[in-house]
């Protein structure tokens, strides 16, 4: 296909999917274009840090977690269609106890999805797995987490029943640590 150009919206219920061809095997790689949702629309909820965090669906969810005690955030069920966003509103200074999203009934993250880490002092990655459920974030007590003030985690459903993610964290120098991993 030749290049296009459009004049007006392109709209895509199920996402956007990049593919590469293997130019020996003629074999395609589909990957999902995945990045942070346009926030227009979306509501904001302002949600206290409790045992049991739930997450409302279309919505700015704005928590203020900060590792002193254990979380754990509920997603809504993953619909087609739907958007999530985790909202740090304090910096994680205040302790080692996680943070654990959990995908609501049978929902996944989708095979492949991708997280950046930081649990040794350096930028690294977890990749989940096929059937994971849960995204567990781990601090240490210092002002130097990767999840912090204004950090963003987005949830966005494409196909019902699995979610992606997309993250905006910190890029502060000093920003060296916690650890983010995937899990059943």
Request: net charge negative; glycine share 8%; proline share 2%.
């Given at each position: 296909?030749?290049n296009?150009?459009?004049n007006?919206?392109?709209r895509?219920e199920?996402?956007?999917?990049?593919?590469t061809k293997?130019?020996?095997t003629g074999a395609?790689?589909t990957?999902?274009?995945?990045?942070m949702p346009?926030?227009?629309g979306?509501?904001?909820?302002?949600?206290?840090?409790?045992?049991?965090?739930?997450l409302?669906?279309?919505s700015?969810?704005v928590?203020?977690?900060t590792?002193?005690?254990a979380?754990?955030?509920?997603?809504?069920?993953?619909?087609?269609?739907?958007v999530?966003?985790?909202?740090?509103?304090?910096?994680?200074?205040?302790?080692?106890n996680t943070?654990?999203f959990?995908?609501?009934?049978?929902?996944?993250?989708?095979?492949?999805s991708?997280?950046?880490?930081?649990?040794?002092d350096?930028?690294?990655?977890?990749?989940?797995?096929?059937g994971?459920?849960?995204?567990v974030?781990t601090?240490v007590?210092?002002?130097?987490n990767?999840l912090?003030?204004?950090?963003?985690?987005?949830?966005?459903?494409?196909e019902?029943g699995?979610?992606?993610i997309?993250?905006?964290?910190?890029?502060a120098?000093?920003?060296?640590?916690?650890?983010?991993?995937?899990a059943?």
């Open positions: 296909m030749a296009t150009t459009f007006g919206p392109v895509s199920k996402g956007f999917e990049v593919a293997n130019t020996t395609y790689t990957r999902y274009s995945s990045a346009d926030m227009t979306l509501t904001l909820t302002d949600l206290a840090t409790g045992a049991n965090i739930t409302i669906n279309n700015m969810n928590t203020n977690y590792g002193a005690a979380a754990a955030a509920a997603l809504p069920a993953a619909t087609q269609g739907s999530c966003v985790y909202v740090q509103a304090k910096d994680t200074t205040g302790g080692v943070l654990t959990n995908a609501a009934g049978t929902d996944v993250w989708a095979t492949g991708v997280i950046e880490s930081r649990a040794a350096e930028v690294t990655f977890d990749i989940s797995t096929a994971e459920t849960q995204l974030f601090p007590s210092a002002a130097t990767l912090t003030t204004g950090g963003k985690i987005a949830f966005i459903c494409y019902t699995t979610w992606t997309a993250t905006e964290f910190s890029g120098a000093a920003a060296v640590k916690g650890a983010f991993a995937f059943a």
